[in-house]
């Protein structure tokens, strides 16, 4: 994660549920009750920047259990991967998870699992096909609702390659 970019702190910000193995003094404002501890086995989303702070310490220095058990995200949920090997393309990607593809580059380095990368770099290079296509035809009005479906981080691609392609073609006519 880097300190300076805003897509990175945004995506930190997600929330994942978790369950707390031990009562946690303090933190009851997580669940809206300021003042009070989150008690032992209750299951509370929290920011992806803090559970990924609790979930790398162990509750006791001799104890092997970690504070908290990070628990199913949605772009984990069954739900999801049927959705994304039915047509990824169509899948908002805005509505579930507006920086998904940020977030799973940090799950990821969390867990040290590849499903969820490997699913996302196959759900990229299927949308990305969908985005140059658009990007080209950028002279053309774009369907609007295509766009409200992608996350950050392909808006920024669909930008990017529409500026080029843009750069290109002026460059073709030798203008």
């Given at each position: 994660?880097?300190?300076?970019?805003?897509?990175?702190?945004?995506?930190?910000?997600e929330k994942i549920p978790?369950?707390?193995?031990?009562?946690?003094?303090?933190?009851?404002?997580?669940?809206?009750?300021?003042?009070?501890?989150?008690?032992?086995?209750?299951?509370?989303?929290?920011?992806?920047?803090?559970?990924?702070?609790?979930?790398?310490?162990?509750?006791?220095?001799?104890?092997?259990?970690?504070?908290?058990?990070?628990?199913?995200?949605?772009?984990?949920?069954?739900?999801?991967?049927?959705?994304?090997?039915?047509?990824?393309?169509?899948?908002?990607?805005?509505?579930?998870?507006?920086?998904?593809?940020?977030?799973?580059?940090?799950?990821?380095?969390?867990?040290?699992?590849?499903?969820?990368?490997?699913?996302?770099?196959?759900?990229?290079?299927?949308?990305?096909?969908?985005?140059?296509n658009y990007a080209n035809?950028?002279?053309?009005?774009?369907?609007?609702?295509?766009?409200?479906?992608?996350?950050?981080?392909?808006?920024t691609l669909f930008k990017?390659?529409?500026?080029?392609?843009?750069?290109?073609?002026?460059?073709?006519?030798?203008?």
């Amino acid at each position: 994660m880097s300190y300076f970019d805003i897509d990175d702190i945004l995506a930190s910000a997600e929330k994942i549920p978790c369950k707390f193995n031990s009562d946690a003094p303090g933190l009851g404002y997580l669940q809206g009750n300021p003042g009070h501890a989150i008690p032992k086995n209750s299951k509370v989303e929290v920011p992806f920047w803090l559970a990924s702070v609790l979930v790398e310490n162990p509750l006791f220095d001799e104890d092997d259990q970690e504070f908290i058990e990070l628990g199913e995200t949605k772009f984990e949920a069954s739900q999801f991967v049927n959705a994304i090997r039915a047509s990824g393309s169509s899948v908002d990607l805005h509505l579930i998870y507006p920086f998904y593809y940020d977030l799973v580059v940090l799950w990821s380095k969390l867990h040290m699992e590849l499903p969820s990368g490997k699913q996302a770099m196959k759900l990229l290079n299927e949308r990305a096909m969908e985005i140059y296509n658009y990007a080209n035809n950028s002279n053309k009005p774009v369907n609007n609702r295509f766009l409200l479906l992608l996350d950050e981080f392909e808006k920024t691609l669909f930008k990017k390659a529409s500026e080029l392609n843009k750069l290109t073609k002026h460059w073709l006519e030798g203008s």
